[in-house]
């Protein structure tokens, strides 16, 4: 009697993915993540020759080492709030929106436009039409590439990153001669009325209106998002374009919407820093918030309490920058890279949570 081959047996390791994601596995990828980002940010501030403890330690004593550090922080992250949520509605639809900077100057300038003509205004009348202008300036400046995606399938990230340049040159333009401070030797306007700047929230510090504007408009998207049948179709859009018409659902129309609630959201970040902060309009008023609102709503997973919590993060990160360059020598510049290593390692550790190891028993 002939015997058959002889079957051989042995244990393998096989990287497969998940049926689900769980929340501690995901809490377990974000705090790998950002634990990732942090012993790189060490290896380089080594490579700065400075203090490693000396630098994380006053790192975050400059972000929230007392009152005034912390409000600090809350200043910084009120800009990145509503950059970061302007963003998620459109990735929510996934419509990459990346023109979030211009929209932000699309919403500056509309608010200083109104601003010179507000002068002896009631000031909560014009803080109202200041806020309403800014939401306005930046829906016009986001429904032109929703416009042009819906009606003529233009490429959306295309269009939004020409209009940031667009936007700034017209800006260039408008301080460089119609609103150009005649006594002023730098490129920037005349300081807006006293009436129509926010007012502080908090006491004993510079955090001002926007910030509640900010969380309130955090409460308000995902109400919007969660609970109501366009936010519905918004977040179909975004699963499936193709099923969403088989709905019945009118894709052009949520395109155009998307962008228009995503530009206001991103101008009223610009009018906030006009009203609030810089109360004049200059070049410099922003430091990359629209380009950063991308790395916050992604690291925020895409949810509006997220963008919160992520943009009070990146502000600690910016206002605590200034006094790990004094106390520690690190470069400033360091603290950007920080944040593009949290965004890197958050999202590599996310991905990784998808999948696991298993050993199989494999039989050749």
């Known amino acids: 009697m002939t015997e058959g081959p002889q079957l051989k047996r042995k244990w393998k390791w096989r990287f497969e993915k998940r049926d689900r994601t769980g929340p501690l596995i995901q809490l377990a990828a974000?705090?790998?993540?950002?634990?990732?980002?942090?012993?790189?940010?060490?290896?380089?501030?080594?490579?700065?020759?400075?203090?490693?403890?000396?630098?994380?330690?006053?790192?975050?004593?400059?972000?929230?080492?007392?009152?005034?550090?912390?409000?600090?922080?809350?200043?910084?992250?009120?800009?990145?709030?509503?950059?970061?949520?302007?963003?998620?509605?459109?990735?929510?639809?996934?419509?990459?929106?990346?023109?979030?900077?211009?929209?932000f100057f699309a919403g500056?300038?509309?608010?200083?436009?109104?601003?010179?003509?507000l002068a002896g205004f009631p000031r909560p009348v014009a803080v109202l039409i200041i806020v309403l202008a800014s939401l306005f300036g930046g829906a016009l400046y986001g429904a032109i590439p929703g416009i042009l995606k819906a009606v003529l399938g233009v490429n959306e990230i295309i269009v939004t990153v020409m209009m940031n340049y667009i936007i700034q040159f017209i800006l260039s333009y408008m301080i460089s001669n119609?609103?150009?401070?005649?006594?002023?030797?730098?490129?920037?306007?005349?300081f807006i009325p006293e009436?129509?700047?926010f007012p502080m929230v908090l006491p004993h510090s510079r955090v001002h209106l926007g910030f509640l504007l900010a969380v309130t408009a955090a409460v308000v998207i995902f109400c919007f998002l969660w609970k109501t049948p366009s936010g519905f179709e918004i977040r179909a859009l975004g699963e499936s374009r193709s099923a969403?018409?088989?709905?019945?659902?009118?894709?052009?129309?949520?395109?155009?919407?998307?962008?228009?609630?995503?530009g206001a959201i991103a101008g009223l970040a610009g009018g906030s820093e006009i009203a609030g902060v810089h109360h004049r309009l200059r070049l410099d008023i922003s430091t990359g918030y629209g380009y950063t609102g991308i790395i916050i709503a992604l690291l925020g997973k895409l949810h509006p309490f997220g963008v919160v919590a992520a943009a009070v993060f990146f502000g600690a990160l910016v206002n605590g920058s200034t006094s790990m360059q004094v106390s520690a020598g690190v470069p400033v510049?360091?603290?950007?890279?920080?944040?593009?290593?949290?965004?890197?390692?958050?999202?590599?550790?996310?991905?990784?949570?998808?999948?696991?190891?298993?050993?199989?028993?494999?039989?050749?």
Not at 110 to 117: E, N, P, R, T
Not at 179 to 189: A, F, I, K, M, V
Not at 244 to 262: A, E, N, P
């Open 178 to 190: 119609h609103w150009r401070d005649p006594g002023d030797y730098y490129l920037q306007t005349a």
């Open 108 to 117: 500056a300038m509309a608010a200083f436009w109104v601003s010179i003509s």
């Open 30 to 103: 974000l705090i790998g993540g950002l634990t990732g980002a942090l012993l790189i940010s060490a290896i380089l501030i080594v490579t700065a020759k400075a203090d490693i403890w000396l630098a994380f330690g006053s790192l975050f004593r400059g972000a929230f080492g007392g009152w005034y550090a912390f409000t600090q922080t809350l200043i910084q992250s009120t800009p990145l709030i509503f950059t970061g949520l302007a963003v998620l509605v459109s990735f929510k639809a996934k419509i990459f929106n990346i023109g979030a900077e211009g929209q």
């Open 333 to 364: 510049a360091l603290v950007y890279a920080l944040q593009s290593l949290v965004l890197i390692c958050v999202m590599a550790a996310e991905v990784l949570s998808q999948y696991r190891i298993r050993r199989v028993y494999d039989v050749e």
């Open 244 to 262: 969403s018409r088989y709905k019945g659902i009118d894709t052009k129309r949520i395109i155009i919407l998307v962008m228009v609630i995503s």
């Open 195 to 197: 009436n129509v700047r």
